[in-house]
């Protein structure tokens, strides 16, 4: 079955960089859109940006300019490049499939994401 295992979150000053990455396994990863989606709290999840199996992509507005996604089908995982980082980019990151998430046992399934948080 599919696992999604985020990383590569952390504390980061305003205007600081981080790379987070999604390892995919159980599924042919080649084959499926991906994106990146955060949650803060007391907020709905939110995607931030896609990237389709042909390595096309899309950005939110709010980070447009600022974050790049990428893909490694070889190696199964999904990068979020984030730089010129502010406060209200801190949130818990999450990756999953594109436009609908894997689902598992009829439910959605989602991995245990990766907290940013944006302080000085």
């Known amino acids: 079955q599919v696992q999604l295992v985020e990383s590569g979150g952390g504390l980061v000053q305003p205007g600081g960089s981080l790379r987070l990455s999604c390892a995919v396994s159980?599924?042919?990863?080649?084959?499926?859109?991906m994106g990146w989606y955060r949650q803060a709290p007391g907020k709905q999840r939110e995607l931030v940006a896609r990237?389709?199996?042909?390595?096309?992509?899309n950005y939110a507005d709010s980070v447009k300019g600022r974050f790049t996604i990428s893909r490694d089908n070889a190696k199964n995982t999904v990068d979020l490049q984030m730089n010129s980082l502010k406060p209200e980019d801190m949130a818990a990151y999450y990756c999953?499939?594109?436009?609908?998430?894997?689902?598992?046992?009829?439910?959605?399934?989602w991995g245990q994401g990766t907290q940013v948080t944006v302080s000085s």
């Open positions: 999953n499939r594109q436009p609908l998430p894997f689902r598992i046992q009829g439910r959605d399934y």
């Open positions: 159980g599924t042919i990863f080649s084959l499926n859109a």
């Open positions: 990237i389709t199996s042909g390595g096309s992509t």
